[in-house]
């Protein structure tokens, strides 16, 4: 058993800390902020029963609460009392409530006064020149003092976005005194929250969120997204060339009399598919679909869909229906899987796709059923890598017919 299992002095600093921490000593320290204070600290006190079996423990305790006080110190913690008429102990006054009366107090005891005061030094600066950072300094207060040597070059980003908003060139192109393109790659949430704060709505597109949408989001430039096919029809090469990778807007823009569009994932797969006539093959995509949505030619042609034969390959399919919805499978049915039966692999428990899928038709969905219930073998896959060439080969003769 604690032989002092009242609240002591120290208990009272560590709640005083944890206000700290928290950042609601400094965010109070702002205009038009709630005060804490007077601040009621939590209190486990001394009983009646207390007095009877444990009283020179109660004395002393009352002892160091009044040494550690600010009738004692001139700062630090109030103490309002309570008078208890014991039978035994006679007349006893014991501590009923701790008060902080100000601020000033709680950072003297805690021993964060020149921290405050630089604070305050700071939000001043801040709030000067950008009013409407009130509300995040509110919020973020420790994370502002945190950065106090980084705010000469977070103003400068600031002011720069504010007399240049949506300046459409590439963050690296950005020409800000003193400010470097890692500084603020490498703090572009800190930045957006700022950025947020301080800039117009027109300024701001609101659609693209977190780190991978700080470009969009503040009109920067983006790195192109990119498309990788191979020509199949040598009569259709670009100036020789049969194997590319332009931006998804290029590739939109072609004008070519393609009739048979091939879409894989594997990159061995797109490099080595066989030639073919007015054909093309597209190739790894992954789940980054989108970029074949709206191309006039695309609906054009006809297009097939090469996929592993497992939960992911055909929810992939499933999502290339909506950008393309007249897009047919190939080699993902179930004679392919019986086929290769000896080359059957396992897809990650924990990474297997389970939900519905709407938009496959009727043997894929079969199939695609199979495999998320554990039919045939539990978690199976075959990659496409592994179907043999032949079978490739021998359905490419069947289109071509």
Same mark, same amino acid.
């Given at each position: 058993?604690?032989?002092?299992?009242?609240?002591?002095?120290?208990?009272?600093?560590?709640?005083?800390?944890?206000?700290?921490?928290?950042?609601?000593?400094?965010?109070?320290?702002?205009?038009?902020?709630?005060?804490?204070?007077?601040?009621?600290?939590?209190?486990?006190?001394?009983?009646?029963?207390?007095?009877?079996?444990?009283?020179?423990?109660?004395?002393?305790?009352?002892?160091?609460?009044?040494?550690?006080?600010?009738?004692?110190?001139?700062?630090?913690?109030?103490?309002?009392?309570?008078?208890?008429?014991?039978?035994?102990?006679?007349?006893?006054?014991?501590?009923?409530?701790?008060?902080?009366?100000?601020?000033?107090?709680?950072?003297?005891?805690?021993?964060?006064?020149?921290?405050?005061?630089? &604070?305050?030094? !700071?939000?001043? @600066? %801040?709030?000067? $020149?950008?009013? /409407?950072?009130?509300?995040?300094? #509110?919020?973020?207060?420790?994370?502002?003092?945190?950065?106090?040597?980084?705010?000469?070059?977070?103003?400068?980003?600031?002011?720069?976005?504010?007399?240049?908003?949506?300046?459409?060139?590439?963050?690296?192109?950005?020409?800000?005194?003193?400010?470097?393109?890692?500084?603020?790659?490498?703090?572009?949430?800190?930045?957006?929250?700022?950025?947020?704060?301080?800039?117009?709505?027109?300024?701001?597109?609101?659609?693209?969120?977190?780190?991978?949408?700080?470009?969009?989001?503040?009109?920067?430039?983006?790195?192109?997204?990119?498309?990788? &096919?191979?020509? !199949?029809?040598? @009569? %259709?090469?670009? $100036?020789?060339? /049969?194997?590319?990778?332009?931006? #998804?807007?290029?590739?939109?823009?072609?004008?070519?009399?393609?009739?048979?569009?091939?879409?894989?994932?594997?990159?061995?797969?797109?490099?080595?598919?066989?030639?073919?006539?007015?054909?093309?093959?597209?190739?790894?995509?992954?789940?980054?679909?989108?970029?074949?949505?709206?191309?006039?030619?695309?609906?054009?042609?006809?297009?097939?869909?090469?996929?592993?034969?497992?939960?992911?390959?055909?929810?992939?399919?499933?999502?290339?229906?909506?950008?393309?919805?007249?897009?047919?499978?190939?080699?993902?049915?179930?004679?392919?899987?019986?086929?290769?039966?000896?080359?059957?692999?396992?897809?990650? $428990?924990?990474?297997?796709?389970?939900?519905?899928?709407?938009?496959?038709?009727?043997?894929?969905?079969?199939?695609?059923?199979?495999?998320?219930?554990?039919?045939?073998?539990?978690?199976?896959?075959?990659?496409?890598?592994?179907?043999?060439?032949?079978?490739?080969?021998?359905?490419?003769?069947?289109?071509?017919?």
């Amino acid at each position: 058993m604690n032989d002092k299992p009242w609240t002591r002095p120290k208990d009272l600093v560590d709640q005083l800390r944890k206000h700290w921490d928290s950042g609601r000593l400094l965010a109070e320290r702002l205009e038009e902020r709630e005060s804490l204070f007077p601040l009621q600290l939590r209190l486990k006190k001394a009983t009646s029963r207390d007095l009877t079996e444990r009283f020179d423990a109660v004395r002393d305790w009352v002892g160091a609460l009044i040494e550690h006080s600010r009738d004692k110190r001139g700062h630090g913690y109030d103490i309002e009392w309570r008078t208890i008429n014991h039978r035994t102990r006679g007349r006893n006054d014991l501590p009923k409530a701790i008060i902080v009366p100000s601020a000033e107090d709680a950072l003297r005891l805690i021993g964060k006064t020149a921290q405050a005061r630089q &604070f305050d030094q !700071l939000a001043a @600066e %801040l709030l000067a $020149e950008f009013p /409407t950072l009130g509300d995040w300094l #509110a919020r973020r207060p420790m994370e502002a003092l945190k950065r106090a040597d980084e705010w000469p070059r977070l103003l400068a980003i600031l002011r720069h976005f504010r007399d240049h908003p949506r300046p459409g060139v590439y963050l690296r192109q950005l020409d800000i005194p003193g400010v470097d393109t890692k500084f603020i790659h490498a703090r572009r949430g800190l930045v957006g929250q700022l950025l947020d704060a301080v800039l117009p709505e027109e300024a701001i597109d609101r659609s693209a969120g977190g780190v991978r949408g700080f470009n969009r989001r503040y009109g920067l430039a983006s790195r192109p997204v990119l498309v990788r &096919f191979r020509i !199949l029809d040598p @009569e %259709l090469a670009l $100036e020789g060339l /049969t194997d590319l990778s332009v931006p #998804a807007e290029e590739f939109a823009g072609l004008d070519w009399p393609v009739s048979e569009v091939f879409i894989t994932e594997n990159e061995i797969n797109g490099l080595a598919f066989p030639a073919h006539p007015r054909a093309i093959v597209v190739f790894g995509l992954g789940y980054g679909l989108e970029r074949l949505a709206g191309i006039e030619w695309l609906n054009q042609a006809r297009c097939w869909y090469w996929g592993d034969i497992d939960t992911h390959g055909f929810a992939i399919l499933n999502r290339l229906r909506h950008h393309l919805s007249g897009v047919r499978s190939f080699l993902m049915d179930r004679a392919t899987l019986d086929a290769h039966r000896e080359l059957w692999g396992r897809e990650p $428990e924990d990474q297997r796709f389970r939900g519905e899928l709407k938009r496959l038709e009727e043997p894929e969905q079969a199939l695609y059923q199979t495999l998320r219930d554990d039919v045939l073998a539990p978690c199976l896959r075959l990659e496409q890598e592994h179907v043999r060439f032949a079978w490739l080969k021998r359905f490419l003769e069947q289109v071509r017919s």
